[in-house]
């Protein structure tokens, strides 16, 4: 079960406060309630959705809920682990074979894994694995770019239906041109539906589908390492060589962290030795 992320909601919420403070700071309550207007908030909300229904198809559309969510459950991306779970699947190989995998890897969740492992068990060409999990990482790649596509339009229209609203307010401003005392206020809320898309745009679905972007590059890296992984496995190679070679994917700190565990578990073994 993947955690919350927390980041998603507290950045919303740090924006919306500095926006809110920004505008009480200098108006005072009175400020904050200038900028608070049902037609605006309709006409942006309403045009957004009615773009949202012409652009994409309503199976498209279903997808919209659940990518949503994604942005705000924590991604749990551990390459350590990943490498250990390798390493560990290239030792039972090479003393008991890989047919020895297929109990060890019903514990596994992730299903890419499995496929993979399953496949180098059948005796699969390590180029034939390769390119049925490469095809498969595009097809993930390909949902979840068009998933996240409706999030990255509706960034794109919240702005522009900002400015329709705004342009309907001038239209009825300038109908009424004969009371200057209306012309400020008028103004003012014609305004106020471009700064609701703007801020639609860019505080809530620009840095969502970003947020989004940047996960599945995470998960299409975290799934090249499985192949290498399970090509590995499957050629019987050595589990430090391909702990090695694997281990070139992580950052500084992690290959740190991975020696100074691998140097503990070391002493833990010489002095149960001894």
Known sequence: ????????????????????????????????????????????????????????????????????KEAFRKSENDLKSLIDLFVTLSEKARREGLLALENEIEEVE??????????????????????????????????????????????????????????????LMLENLTNPETIGPSMAVALITTFYGTLLANLVFLPIASKLENRTDEEIFLKQIVIEGVIGVQSGQNPKILEEKLSAFLSSEQKKQLEQENTEELVGETVNGL
């Not at 207007?37 to 559309?61: H, P, Q, R, T």
């Not at 095809?135 to 949902?143: K, L, P, Q, T, V």
């Open 1 to 68: 079960m993947k955690r919350r992320d927390i980041l998603t909601p507290i950045g919303i919420f740090i924006g919306l406060t500095m926006v809110l403070f920004g505008i009480y700071t200098n108006g005072g309550l009175g400020g904050v309630a200038s900028f608070v207007d049902v037609a605006s908030i309709l006409v942006v909300l309403g045009g957004l959705c009615a773009a949202i229904i012409v652009n994409f198809s309503i199976k498209e559309l279903k997808l919209t809920l659940k990518v949503f």
């Open 110 to 171: 992730d299903p890419f894994i499995k496929k993979g492992v399953l496949l180098a068990i059948d005796g699969i060409e390590p180029e034939v694995i390769n390119d049925i999990m490469s095809a498969e990482i595009a097809a993930i790649e390909e949902r979840h770019q068009k998933g996240r596509a409706i999030i990255q339009k509706a960034g794109e229209y919240a702005p522009a239906w900002g400015m329709i609203g705004t342009l309907i307010g001038l239209v």
